[in-house]
């Protein structure tokens, strides 16, 4: 193995693991209340109407990754966007991408210390809110600098353990509705106009993100092309079964379920009084910081990639000499992870997130008919009605970027604006080669 490449540790069911402990985290336990606010009894319908637009992009995205395979292929959509339309196009995927998954771990961050104030209050406010964040973060900072290879098996046991904890959740809550049908509550009536609706489907594709930032690391990965498609299909199936029938449960257990920021801890204190909710506070609590911990292993590989494609300061893309670990990209992310994280709240971290996300999969929907008529003959999965889930995804998202509040656009434009400064300044460095796999052989672009 050369000196200067990352270590390839992430097989099939570990990448799908990844996908899922990232996407399933401060959207399953943080959003049904404002869900419900918005929509009332309809907000589990609303999942349905957004699996079919977020299963169009997952399905481009399984076409588009799986051409890429080589050991440099770290950075996911930025490199998949790069391949396709250039270098300006590329990187201000890059920044969108990386504020977006800034914004999302800020979210779940504050959402965790939600939750454990529930048993020591104090951690909610001031200094003892920041100083917890940052030792939370900077662990997962460390555990994911001495290499991926414990960065993976730490994220494998924090998925098992959150699918555990919302399967017991989810089929206790469904047991009691059916054994128990005094406990089961009218949701409240809640008069929901477009907007709403469109605020909601933001919301949700908050909840679904993720599944493309666990092909970050690619150039970890053991067999992308193979892989990455099944544990797409796996991810954005299970997730949404579990958000459907989490949402369901909330939304006929829960009185006033719109009222709280801690909905499924409520739930449980209702069915088993506060042990119960205790202790499925203590697990939720190890699903969002499982969620962190994902993120901890997938992001910093974007920025490793921009390095290493001459887009970002070379600094970026350099590689641990023991760990083989991207050491200097996961302490910049830790960094910024923790100034968001104090420095904002979950809503609005997460409209953020998602907003910016719409743009990353408007690119990546895109990038399907443009690298098939690029290389045809491509040695790859080939999706089939391809061109119709591109168009389809290209209709959810451009529908919703139009609901985009004035506030959101502003930061997101702000982004637009940074990248096309770092476009100006890589244009004086040579760019490497795009990592493409047309009949089995990797070519640039």
Not at 112 to 126: C, E, N, R, T, W
Not at 180 to 207: G, K, N, Q
Not at 338 to 357: D, E, P, V
Not at 434 to 444: I, K, Q, R, T, W
Request: with cysteine; hydrophobic share 55%.
């Amino acid at each position: 193995m050369q000196p200067d490449h990352l270590r390839r540790a992430i097989g099939r069911w570990s990448l799908a693991a990844l996908m899922l402990n990232t996407m399933i985290g401060g959207s399953a336990f943080g959003l049904p209340s404002l869900l419900v606010a918005r929509l009332g009894k309809w907000s589990t319908l609303a999942y349905c109407v957004a699996a079919v637009g977020v299963g169009s992009i997952a399905a481009t995205l399984a076409e588009v990754s799986s051409q890429f395979r080589a050991s440099g292929a770290s950075g996911g959509v930025y490199l998949y966007a790069r391949a396709a339309f250039g270098r300006f196009v590329g990187i201000q995927i890059g920044w969108l991408m990386w504020l977006s998954r800034i914004a999302a771990c800020s979210a779940i961050a504050n959402l965790f210390i939600s939750y454990l104030a529930q048993f020591v209050p104090a951690v909610a406010f001031g200094l003892v809110r920041a100083v917890l964040l940052v030792a939370f973060i900077s662990f997962l900072a460390i555990v994911n600098y001495l290499g991926v290879a414990k960065g993976t098996l730490l994220n494998n046991c924090f998925a098992a353990t959150k699918l555990i904890v919302l399967v017991l959740f989810i089929v206790a809550g469904i047991a009691a509705l059916l054994i128990y049908p005094a406990i089961r509550v009218t949701p409240d009536t809640v008069s929901s106009h477009a907007a709403d609706w469109f605020e909601a489907l933001i919301l949700i594709v908050y909840a679904y993100g993720g599944f493309e930032s666990a092909l970050f690391p690619s150039g970890e990965a053991r067999d992308p092309r193979k892989d990455a498609p099944i544990a797409l299909c796996v991810a954005v199936v299970t997730a949404t079964f579990l958000y459907v029938a989490l949402q369901y449960v909330v939304i006929h257990i829960l009185p006033h379920a719109a009222a709280t920021s801690t909905p499924a801890a409520d739930v449980a204190k209702r069915l088993v009084g506060s042990l119960g909710g205790s202790l499925l506070t203590a697990g939720i609590l190890v699903s969002l910081y499982g969620s962190l911990s994902a993120n901890m292993l997938e992001t910093p590989r974007l920025t490793f990639a921009m390095g290493e494609q001459g887009d970002f300061p070379k600094f970026f893309a350099a590689i641990h000499p023991r760990f083989r670990s991207p050491h200097l990209s996961i302490a910049a992310f830790a960094l910024l992870l923790t100034a968001f994280s104090i420095g904002g709240t979950f809503r609005g971290n997460a409209i953020l997130s998602a907003g910016s996300r719409l743009f990353v999969y408007a690119a990546t929907a895109a990038a399907l008919p443009v690298l098939r008529r690029k290389h045809p003959s491509a040695d790859a999965f080939r999706l089939p009605f391809g061109i119709a889930f591109s168009v389809l995804a290209l209709v959810f998202t451009g529908l919703l970027v139009a609901r985009i509040q004035i506030r959101d656009l502003i930061v997101i434009a702000a982004a637009f604006t940074v990248g096309a400064l770092n476009w100006l300044w890589a244009r004086r460095i040579p760019s490497a080669p795009s990592v493409l796999a047309a009949n089995g052989v990797e070519s640039g672009l």
